[in-house]
């Protein structure tokens, strides 16, 4: 277990639609981090957040957003949904002087 | 954008057998990581590296970081039935933030 809380596990939705994916990080971990896994892409950082601010963004679609909350839990937010945002959305966090990075279970998106 | 190539793509070897692969990229790395996936799951964190040169274990595995900083390497020695799954190198530069390159995956079979 690496103390990154992410829920649900599973969401299935259909296309058009909207999904809120949330994270927790590690105890003290400031920083926040999304990535996707899909088949053909692989893993692909999507945005980071340190302390609420947003740090970098990847190749982040217009469609996807995130915040992150003064309680320094997360959310990924993603809208028109479409049938190739079908992945696994995992959450990493780390501490703070240091750049490994934890990975969460991941929240499994299925768009019908 | 970064390119990282990780090889194999897959191996299928017997137990008690050593494994190696690894990860070359065109671009400079600060910090190494490797990672292991199981079905469903979250990536776990095996290994980090930090500099140029430098070699690290954990149990049975073996990491280098390339004194290139372009490349790094994993070892499994005496591999057993629970090493099964796939592992994941990825590369972090510093700029815009931590994020990770990951590499594609090496997927790992064992016979018993």
């Known amino acids: 277990d690496s103390g990154v809380t992410q829920t649900p596990k599973h969401l299935i939705t259909a296309t058009g639609q909207r999904v809120t994916l949330r994270c927790s990080p590690r105890?003290?971990?400031?920083?926040v981090y999304w990535y996707q896994q899909s088949l053909d892409q692989g893993l692909q950082f999507l945005i980071q957040?340190?302390?609420?601010?947003?740090?970098a963004k990847g190749n982040i679609l217009e469609r996807f957003s995130a915040q992150q909350f003064p309680d320094l839990h997360s959310e990924l937010n993603l809208s028109s949904l479409e049938l190739g945002d079908s992945a696994l959305y995992f959450c990493?966090?780390?501490?703070?002087?240091?750049?490994?990075?934890?990975f969460g279970p991941g929240t499994r998106l299925t768009v019908l | 954008g970064q390119q990282l190539n990780q090889s194999p793509q897959s191996m299928f070897i017997q137990e008690g057998e050593d494994v190696s692969m690894n990860c070359t990229s065109s671009?400079?790395?600060?910090?190494w990581l490797w990672y292991k996936q199981d079905p469903g799951e979250g990536p776990v964190l095996l290994i980090a590296?930090?500099?140029?040169?430098e070699l690290t274990s954990n149990g049975r595995l073996t990491a280098q970081f390339g004194i290139t900083r372009k490349d790094s390497f994993l070892n499994i020695s005496a591999s057993i039935p629970s090493d099964v799954g796939i592992y994941f190198c990825?590369?972090?530069?510093?700029?815009?933030?931590?994020?990770?390159?990951f590499g594609g995956g090496t997927r790992l079979m064992v016979k018993p």
């Open positions: 590296l930090y500099k140029a040169g």
């Open positions: 957040y340190y302390n609420g601010e947003e740090r």
């Open positions: 105890s003290g971990d400031l920083s």
């Open positions: 990825a590369g972090q530069s510093g700029n815009a933030g931590n994020m990770l390159t």
């Open positions: 990493a966090s780390s501490p703070r002087f240091y750049n490994e990075q934890f």
């Open positions: 671009s400079i790395f600060n910090t």
